[in-house]
């Protein structure tokens, strides 16, 4: 067994060691309390550091539990420090499966591929340019319609989920946009949802709502036939939010970038350059995840909202828009577009929701 796991590269970590005296215990043990100790004050420094950055860790703070080693799985021994380990809520545990997901799929189609294939795509689609000839055709909000079959939050949404019907009807409806959810393992989407979309001849630009935390995925989004992609504030750091929109220019996507609260807005606002973005206030709060439509009143009346305003820049409602009545609410708060997904993709005749929702008949 030793030889096995010494010739797959692992010796380091799970080899088999003579037993170590009981003196030499005492100094090993001695030693594990004292590194515990440092590196729970490096990630609490950390911590401190992006704690007005980011709401949501990238990445378990003591490492993954368990890591392959050649033909066996090495367990890292987290003790007292378990607790701190596990997600706080559910957009940082989508966020910690990513990287899971990710290393995954470089497995299959390694960057270098994948970036070719989103180069040699078909023109993307003005997604921010639907959205502002929609409102002046209808007087409304453009809408970006989400192509959903579940949330962690409500189970399945749409038993009967098909992905190019539910786009067709939501094109016919008058929806500026479709939002396509490619998350699989929570939300029951996928990659392929985009690609079956494009391909069945729906003209809307599409919006891939993937939990993005590495260019790979941006690549994958217009490989697949994404036109736009949605970068979440508090899961990304200024800095990565500028490489990945850069990394989104290099291959003609649009960027929708959501906020939660004044303060991630006004982060945004000092991101190195919002050409070809949008900006997204999403009013479910992240601890709770209850929504609050005031939340999107609430910071667009803040001095960076305004500044949104001054700047010419779309802002999108998202979650909670239910009825015409609250259409009419973000659009007051000044809203240019709005996300909906429940509302519509649930009902029977996703055509009439759309038309119903914007006031169309």
């Known amino acids: 067994m030793a030889a096995a796991l010494s010739s797959a590269g692992c010796r380091p970590f799970c080899a088999a060691r003579q037993a170590p005296s009981s003196q030499q215990q005492r100094r090993l043990g001695a ?10 004050l490096a990630v609490m420094a950390a911590a401190a550091d992006t704690s007005k950055e980011v709401t949501i860790r990238r990445r378990p703070p003591h490492g993954v539990e368990a890591q392959n080693c050649g033909p066996v799985d090495f367990k890292v021994p987290l003790g007292d420090i378990a607790e ?6 559910i957009l940082e545990e989508i966020v910690w499966y990513k990287a899971v997901e990710i290393g995954r799929w470089r497995e299959k189609v390694p960057l270098a ?13 003005d997604f921010i340019g639907a959205i502002k000839a929609a409102t002046q055709r209808t007087g409304k909000p453009g809408l970006i319609a989400e192509v959903k079959k579940a949330s962690p939050s409500k189970g399945v949404i749409q038993p009967n989920f098909d992905p190019v019907k539910i786009a067709q009807a939501y ?11 490619t998350d699989s393992k929570f939300f029951q989407g996928g990659f392929e949802n985009l690609t079956a979309i494009r391909q069945a001849g729906v003209q809307c630009p599409l919006l891939c709502k993937e939990f993005i935390v590495e260019a790979y995925q941006v690549f994958k989004a217009r490989a697949s036939g994404a036109d736009a992609i949605l970068l979440i504030a508090a899961v990304l750091p200024n800095s990565d939010l500028n490489y990945l929109i850069k990394a989104a220019r290099s291959v003609g996507l649009q960027c929708l970038i959501e906020v939660h609260t004044v303060a991630e807005l006004e982060r945004m606002l000092r991101l190195d350059s919002l050409e070809g973005c949008m900006l997204g206030i999403n009013n479910r709060d992240l601890q709770t995840f209850k929504v609050d439509l005031d939340n999107t009143k609430q910071i667009m009346e803040s001095p960076a909202g305004q500044q949104v305003l001054q700047r010419g820049l779309i802002m999108a409602g998202e979650s909670g828009i239910f009825t015409p009545a609250d259409v009419a609410f973000v659009q007051s708060a000044g809203c240019g577009a709005i996300l909906v997904g429940e509302s519509i993709v649930k009902q029977g005749d996703p055509e009439a929701a759309v038309k119903t929702l914007l006031e169309l008949h």
């Open 31 to 40: 030693a594990a309390v004292v590194s515990r100790g440092s590196r729970r």
């Open 84 to 89: 701190e380990n596990k997600p706080r809520n």
């Open 113 to 125: 591929t994948l970036m070719g294939a989103a180069k040699a795509s078909p023109a993307p689609r």
């Open 171 to 181: 094109e016919r409806g008058g929806a500026a946009c479709l939002s396509v959810l």
